[in-house]
């Protein structure tokens, strides 16, 4: 078993920022979207490096923490608030909880907004582990 899983997803939308002033329906639609393409790409990814999720389970349920370390690459230079960033990437979050089997109420989020490596269209790397930063 590998010990970190790497997953890769799309930058969250305009309409999952805590800043956007769109219709409540909207932003719902959205983040629903989001969390289920995540979900998917999570699982995928999880398949694809044949990943066991079992020993992070074990893990939670023997009272530990799950690590999710998430590096934000956004689409372009313009100023953003890291705050901002995380919380648009609630309903991703949500998907890969639900990829795992793991209630995020578990993760330890490690969160870092890249300024200055911009990707194309922007991406979200997050990288999941039973060992925190210290280890």
């Not at 799309?10 to 999952?16: T, Y």
Request: charged share 30%; with cysteine.
């Amino acid at each position: 078993m590998p010990e970190k899983l790497e997953i890769f997803l799309p930058w969250p939308q305009r309409a999952l920022s805590p800043n956007s002033r769109g219709h409540w329906a909207k932003k719902a639609k959205a983040a629903e979207m989001y969390r289920y393409h995540c979900k998917l790409t999570a699982l995928q990814a999880i398949r694809d490096g044949n990943w066991d999720v079992q020993p992070l389970r074990d893990l939670v349920n023997a009272g530990g923490e799950i690590h999710v370390f998430i590096d934000f690459y956004p689409p372009n230079r313009r100023a953003r608030d890291d705050d901002n960033i995380v919380a648009s990437f609630k309903s991703g979050r949500d998907g890969v909880a639900d990829a795992l089997g793991i209630d995020d109420r578990h993760f330890r989020t490690h969160p870092f907004l890249k300024r200055e490596e911009i990707v194309r269209n922007g991406q979200v790397r997050v990288v999941v582990t039973g060992k925190g930063p210290e280890a």
